[in-house]
């Protein structure tokens, strides 16, 4: 994977599990990605999301802490934001209105990640 797929563009990391969530900042930082996050709750992914001036992608898993992260690909998708879900869950849990939207199961590669979201 070349980094010149995501150097410089600015991703959200949203994921509650502490060594999911530092090993893939980690990757994207590396591969020259602006990390924002990582966060561990809708409240506090929603927030964010309202004060980045840009993101040109989100990486979501589907279940935060109990929640599901549904209004924060709601808010992604109103900016505009590409992003891909990630999950432990099957495709049937996820709204038929994010059908479009990648969906990567856990456990998963970084670099599978990026090649969903820059294609």
Same mark, same amino acid.
């Given at each position: 994977?070349?980094?010149? *797929?995501?150097?410089?563009?600015?991703?959200?990391?949203?994921?509650?599990?502490?060594?999911?969530?530092?090993?893939?900042?980690?990757?994207?930082?590396?591969?020259?990605?602006?990390?924002?996050?990582?966060?561990?709750?809708?409240? *506090?992914?929603?927030?964010? &999301?309202?004060?980045?001036?840009?993101?040109?992608?989100?990486?979501?898993?589907?279940?935060?802490?109990?929640?599901?992260?549904?209004?924060?690909?709601?808010?992604?998708? *109103?900016?505009?934001?590409?992003? &891909?879900?990630?999950?432990?869950?099957?495709?049937?849990?996820?709204?038929?209105?994010?059908?479009?939207?990648?969906?990567?199961?856990?456990?998963?590669?970084?670099?599978?990640?990026?090649?969903?979201?820059?294609?």
């Amino acid at each position: 994977m070349s980094d010149l *797929a995501i150097a410089g563009r600015i991703v959200l990391v949203v994921e509650d599990e502490f060594f999911v969530a530092d090993s893939l900042k980690l990757y994207l930082e590396q591969e020259g990605a602006v990390v924002v996050g990582p966060v561990a709750s809708v409240d *506090a992914a929603l927030e964010l &999301i309202g004060r980045a001036e840009r993101l040109d992608a989100g990486i979501v898993d589907v279940n935060l802490q109990g929640k599901r992260v549904f209004p924060v690909a709601d808010a992604l998708a *109103a900016r505009g934001v590409p992003f &891909i879900f990630i999950t432990s869950y099957g495709p049937e849990s996820i709204p038929k209105r994010f059908a479009s939207v990648p969906n990567c199961p856990k456990p998963f590669r970084p670099d599978e990640l990026v090649r969903l979201l820059f294609p």
